[in-house]
């Protein structure tokens, strides 16, 4: 069978063709390993029985994978003059109905339908599939592959790989015939030089050199080796590439092979890629028995040999010298340069070695010329990349891209964005010896310099996408654990600095570092990157450096507020949803509690975390519930609804009195400090509270009449009937705590007057200028803005609104003035100009409004407003929009189309944001941002001036009122700690003892909702709509907790 | 390789035969670049990394024990960096192992000390290890501490290079990497061993020393291995 002359190529080449295109339909299955660990192998089974069974004229075969890992496995179907179609999410099940739609010549099902090819280009050659499914959009009309340009994996998944017929069918091994025909080694030399090809290994460096270099080395014993020692955690395009295509590989080693003169090549792949090994030993026999190795290739006298070795796993042999040192028989240790191995490698003599997919692009340069590969990518970065995309994105793949494209064009257009909902923060490349990205950076271009820069390195592709759940002193942690056991032992810096560097790090994790281990791991970091003998050591510092450059106000947080917003370090947090809790509640301690039959210490336990569980249990935005462990299970526990029950039982029961004693018992002596609290909204309230338990003698101004802010004057009271809220306020003055209402600071008194009379003062005057927003006719009468709406409707005033009611916005404001609206009896339309997922308002709020008949229109801009000729609101007209690009929030921005709609109305209610209004701290010396909002320490919250403290939204602009307790009661910390010069939050809270067992079978029912007024009863009236958990429901829901809290003693 | 060449180090114009490293050249015109790993007779490993230098015109540092000299190379043996480096080397030495001076039988005449008392390591700012460690008492005339072994591989190249018998070699990786003797036996049961003690004397810490020695006695004659090598370089 082997090939001496170009007619038996030929033969070849139509016996190969007559397979890729036969006569007949052609079923291929995607069968990487990534396609079998999803199932190929049944599908693959499925289908040739059933060919079997039908006695059916359809070739099947097997092929590698064509890159889209999130819907494998992957089938391609072909019938003679229609175009490939690739199927996605095949299961056995399907099989019957593709094998039908075949017969019938029909489309198979489009639940399965993934996109068509009519033509595709090898770029060694070229395949006409054909032509029709006008409905099934071609491939790279798919996300996940527009944008892609496929020169690496330009066979993966459509040919056979342990086919060399139908390699050679698309044109494969032309390339090293050209070569052997008619040219020189030093004209391809030229060539790949010209093509300014880089190593794709990760260093970058010029391949067209590294083949000179060794072509000029003396002596007839030269070697050629492949790296294919793929070791990084999250890549695997190599093995990928060798499992689809693995004749492309040693196409390109027998070129080389030629042109520097070595006669024998190696392949060191990593023994954990047994298919990749597979595949490729049974390519090698084959092309030995075809004559594309061994000796007298192709006729043309020219000596050639592949041998492939299996590596143990080493990281560190994929350090080209460590990989010698192994293929020698010795240990994988890495050992001085120079001598290069050019001059002095394998054996000692002359070696070069590439990484895997740098082979893979040598025929198409060979091929095509450098001019066209040079077209591609940018101009110190020529051609293409592949990188394997994971994380926290929709579709997660192999990805190939010119070099120069941007990280977002990577996350957002094919990765889909976001893959649940969660803000991305970071991409991590390169691997261990990468670093991490943050999402302001999202523009950079990936080449080789620019992640440089920025101190990544692009390495051998990987692509990690993080969001808000990782933590990324954990995820540099992670990768110093990795690099300090990969590290070979032989260099001190490496050996030793990494060891102590992931001490170091694991001080953060458990809350015990300190601001001067930020400097010394800084340091250290430092100096094993620079004084480190080989690649690892030189960049495995990488993840911590460019952490600690991009993302340091994590590892601030972990030191001093011992915190880990993401959650990831357990020792930080008594549970997931303590941690995510803003008020920090020990919600296990309270359920148990509460499981127990302990109403009043399950009382006692939530009012200690929160002093307004009654309100906060019916409005509170529940990140609880996104973090919850039981809803890997099921559903998370409805811990909101829970400790609003206890508070309800509580407060508006006979109970009060009683329990109200208890609360006052956890006074502290009085301290004689006297403390101003400006503002008696949920911040100011919460703060409040803690200073009166601290034993502070605490007074409260407000220019209101009645205490709490936003949640008496801005909800509405089918959300919080206000005698919920009373009780709680009533409980929080029995503490002591006097009130000053119809107090405007910076009219009837200053900042500066009341310094004179306090030993510190905490600002919370939360959001309440409107955020007016400037388009035509906003001076019509019937304009009003939400929160002065709300405000009106709250207080029992008479509110001028019409029969029908436009509400532009799509957060709380927006929702709760339309239900107001609805209840005022008017027609609502509430216009958002993005779509539904997208509203920060919360979702079981849209779909009440829903149910109470509010219409919601969304992607729909406000334009202008239209007046009548008395100046009065007749309608608003929006411009329709569409998604658009991904913008910095994630979200798809809004883009106008040509369209108009207009919705006729009286009244037009503004509810597009909110904003500090500053006026009240004029000639106090605060230091203010652009915004309005007070600029404070992040973990003190002291503003610029000294006993001024600030929090709420007032900082952090308009937000939620959890967010808000949150800052009131870490303010409240703070001024204790300052005035008193301890922490005493700890002797507030008494010893519970309760249960510490997880329970063996935490119930097994699902979530408990509380019930809800008719939609019908709720129009026109004010009754609260929720109407709670049953006692017995959140006893049940109790029982759900799966204790997170319990720790096993046994670390 | 006779070439001459004309290097600068620390600004001096020195002369130079192109081939040597820039360690070798330094030391042959006393000029101080500090190393562990390196012993005057022995293959270079490069893996101590003291001598990193800096060498204008590479933005690296590069090691000067394996830095081949060339025409016009300029050498700075010191910087506030470089010594900053140096020290945190020795300091991560020291918190490896169980480096306790003052039952070291090497006290007073051992280089991992005098290195720390010339770069001022007056305490060490890193967590300590405290590794639990062996110490191989097997062989009849010498002992093998491993809580004193600083991993140079002296005395793998010494037994290797300069004896002939290869006895030991280096183990398992990253922290967890050890001196091992023949085929991981110990050091007494080491057939290849000829006891000729070379190791011993190559040993710069008090890691390998010769039975019989207390606190401070044990001195080494590491110049009379060095002086076999060039001896024998004219055969």
Redo the contacts between chains.
């Keep these: 069978m082997r090939i001496g002359d170009i007619a038996a190529f030929a033969a070849v080449r139509e016996a190969g063709l007559a397979k890729l295109l036969p006569s007949k339909p052609r079923i291929a299955v995607g069968m990487g390993t990534c396609g079998s660990g999803n199932g190929a192998e049944a599908v693959y089974s499925a289908f040739s029985s059933q060919i079997d069974v039908r006695g059916l004229a359809i070739q099947l075969a097997p092929v590698g994978c064509f890159g889209f890992c999130a819907e494998e496995p992957l089938v391609n179907v072909w019938v003679p003059g229609r175009p490939l179609l690739m199927l996605h999410g095949v299961q056995p099940n399907h099989v019957d109905a593709i094998l039908n739609a075949i017969h019938n010549g029909t489309q198979p099902p489009a639940e399965i339908v993934l996109c068509k090819i009519e033509e595709w280009d090898h770029i060694t050659g070229h395949v006409k599939y054909g032509t029709g499914f006008p409905d099934v959009p071609n491939w790279n009309e798919v996300p996940f592959f527009s944008g892609q340009v496929k020169t690496v994996l330009r066979n993966c998944g459509l040919i056979n790989p342990d086919d060399i017929e139908e390699y050679i069918a698309i044109g494969g091994y032309q390339a090293l015939y050209k070569v052997l025909i008619d040219q020189s080694p030093a004209n391809v030399i030229e060539q790949i030089k010209a093509s300014k090809l880089r190593g794709r290994g990760g260093a970058g460096y010029l391949t067209g050199n590294k083949w000179e270099f060794l072509a000029k080395a003396p002596g007839p014993e030269k070697y050629l080796i492949c790296n294919a020692d793929e070791g990084d955690p999250g890549a695997y395009m190599n093995r990928n590439e060798i499992e689809s295509d693995p004749h492309a590989l040693l196409e390109g080693m027998a070129i080389a092979g030629y042109v520097t003169g070595a006669a024998r090549g190696i392949v060191y792949v990593r023994a954990e890629y047994p298919l990749a090994v597979l595949r490729l030993e049974h390519a090698i026999e084959q092309a030995r028995a075809y004559g594309m190795l061994g000796t007298n290739v192709l006729g043309r006298g020219f000596d050639f040999d592949i041998d492939t070795v299996e590596g143990a796993g080493a990281f560190v042999c994929g350090e080209e010298t460590a990989l010698i040192a192994s293929l020698e028989g010795q240990s994988g240790r890495p050992r001085v340069r120079p001598p290069f191995p050019a001059q002095k490698g394998l054996l000692g003599k002359p070696t070069n070695i590439n990484n895997v997919e740098t082979w893979y692009n040598i025929a198409p340069i060979v091929t095509k010329g450098p001019a066209w590969f040079t077209e591609t990518g940018s101009a110190k970065s020529a051609g293409t990349k592949v990188f394997s995309l994971v994380g926290k994105v929709k579709s997660t793949g192999l990805v190939e891209m010119p070099l120069g494209t941007p990280i977002s064009t990577f996350i957002y257009d094919i990765g889909g964005g976001s893959s649940n909902g969660r803000d991305i923060k970071a991409v991590q490349t390169g691997g261990p010896s990468g670093g991490c990205i943050p999402a302001e950076m999202f523009d950079t271009p990936v080449d080789y310099e620019t992640l440089a820069q920025l101190g990544s390195i692009m390495g051998s592709g990987g692509m990690v996408v993080m969001d808000d759940d990782n933590c990324m002193v954990d995820v540099a942690r992670y990768f110093i654990e990795f690099t300090q056991a990969e590290s070979c032992g032989k260099c001190v810096p490496c050996r030793v600095g990494l060891d102590k560097a992931l001490r170091i790090l694991n001080g953060f994790t458990v809350g015990t570092a300190t601001m001067a281990d930020i400097a010394a791991l800084d340091e250290l970091c430092r100096m094993v990157r620079d004084t480190s003998l080989c690649g690892l050591g030189q960049s495995a510092p990488n993840p911590v450096l460019t952490s600690l450059r991009h993302f340091r106000h994590e590892f601030e947080d972990h030191i001093v507020a011992k915190r880990c917003r993401a959650g990831v370090c357990e020792d930080l947090a008594i549970s997931p949803c303590e941690n995510s809790c803003p008020l920090h509640m020990n919600i296990p301690r309270f359920l148990q509690l509460y499981k127990e039959g302990r109403l009043e210490d399950a009382f006692l336990s939530v009012i200690l975390d929160n002093p307004l569980p009654a309100s906060t249990g019916r409005v509170c935005q529940h990140p609880c519930d996104d973090h919850c462990r039981r809803a890997g299970l099921d559903e998370a526990v409805n811990m909101r609804d829970v400790h609003r029950v206890i508070a309800d039982e509580v407060l508006l029961s006979d109970k009060f009195d009683a329990v109200a004693a208890r609360v006052a018992e956890r006074k502290l002596e009085p301290t004689g400090r006297d403390v101003a609290i400006i503002g008696a909204g949920p911040t100011g309230l919460t703060c409040a509270y803690y200073l009166a338990l601290f034993g502070h003698s605490v007074t409260v101004f407000d220019s209101r009449p009645a205490a709490g802010g936003m949640l008496r004057y801005a909800l509405p009271e089918y959300r919080l009937p206000k005698k919920v809220l009373d009780r709680e306020i009533e409980l929080i003055e029995r503490l002591g705590v006097k009130f000053q209402f119809n107090v405007s600071v910076g009219e009837e008194t200053t900042l500066n007057d009341i310094a004179h009379q306090f030993d510190a003062v905490f600002m919370a005057i939360g959001t309440w200028k409107e955020a007016w927003v400037y388009l035509p006719g906003t001076e019509l009468t019937g304009v009003m803005a939400a929160l002065p709406f709300l405000e009106t409707v709250s207080r029992d005033e008479p509110v001028a609104v019409g029969k029908s009611v436009v509400v532009i916005g799509g957060g709380n404001a927006a929702i709760d003035s339309a239900r107001t609206a609805r209840r005022l009896g008017a027609d609502v339309t509430v216009v958002y100009r993005r779509e539904r997922k997208d509203m920060p308002a919360i979702p079981e709020e849209i779909q009440a409004a829903e149910h109470e008949g509010a219409k919601i229109v969304y992607l729909a801009a406000p334009h202008r407003i239209v007046g009548d000729r008395n100046g009065q609101v007749k309608a608003l007209e929006a411009v329709r929009t569409k998604p658009g690009e991904f913008d910095k929030s994630g979200r798809r921005r809004p883009m106008p189309t040509d369209e108009v709609i207009r919705i006729d109305c009286d009244t037009v209610i503004l509810a597009v944001g909110e904003k500090v209004d500053p006026d009240f701290c004029k000639a106090s010396g605060l230091v203010l941002k652009e915004d309005g909002t007070i600029v404070v320490d992040r973990y003190s919250l002291e503003s610029s001036r000294e006993r001024f403290y600030a929090g709420g939204d007032l900082i952090s602009g308009a937000s939620n009122v959890s967010n808000a307790m949150g800052f009131g009661k870490k303010a409240a910390r703070n001024i204790d700690k300052r005035l008193m010069g301890q922490k005493r939050f700890a002797s507030l809270i008494p010893d519970f003892v309760y249960e510490m067992e997880p329970p063996e079978t935490p119930s097994e029912c699902r979530r408990h909702v509380p019930s809800e007024l008719p939609a019908a009863k709720r129009v026109g009236s004010y009754a609260e709509v929720s109407l709670g958990l049953t006692a017995v429901a959140a006893l049940e829901e109790t029982s759900r907790c799966l204790r997170c809290d319990i720790r096993s003693t046994e670390r | 390789m006779t070439e001459k060449v004309k290097v600068r180090i620390d600004g001096e114009v020195i002369a130079a035969t192109a081939g040597q490293t820039i360690l070798e050249v330094a030391r042959t015109n006393n000029k101080y670049i500090p190393a562990l790993c390196y012993m005057e007779g022995l293959s270079?490993?490069?893996?101590?990394?003291?001598c990193?230098v800096e060498v204008s015109g590479v933005a690296?540092?590069l090691?000067a024990c394996?830095t081949?000299v060339q025409e016009g190379l300029a050498v700075a043996t010191t910087s506030p960096?470089l010594e900053?480096?140096r020290k945190?080397?020795l300091e991560?030495?020291f918190?490896?192992r169980n480096h306790v001076c003052a039952v070291c039988v090497s006290s007073g005449h051992c280089e991992l000390q005098t290195l720390a008392q010339e770069h001022g390591v007056t305490s060490v700012?890193?967590?300590y290890?405290y590794p639990r460690l062996p110490v191989d008492t097997t062989h009849p005339r010498f002992v093998l501490d491993h809580n004193r072994c600083?991993?140079c591989s002296r005395c793998v190249r010494t037994c290797a290079e300069v004896e002939g018998a290869h006895v030991w070699d280096?183990?398992?990786?990253?922290?967890?990497?050890r001196l091992v003797s023949e085929l991981q036996r110990p050091w007494g049961e080491a057939t290849s061993c000829t006891s000729c003690g070379k190791c011993v004397q190559a040993c710069p810490t008090g890691a390998m020393a010769e039975k019989g020695f207390g606190v401070e006695e044990m001195t080494k004659r590491r110049a009379a291995v060095s002086r076999l090598t060039s001896m024998r370089e004219g055969e």
């Excluded at chain 2, 270079?44 to 003291?50: E, I, K, M, N, Q």
């Excluded at chain 2, 280096?170 to 990497?177: E, H, K, M, N, Q």
């Design positions: 270079t490993v490069g893996a101590c990394r003291l990193m690296r540092l090691p394996t081949p960096q900053s480096y945190m080397a991560l030495l918190a490896e700012r890193y967590p290890s600083v991993l280096l183990a398992g990786r990253g922290v967890g990497s």
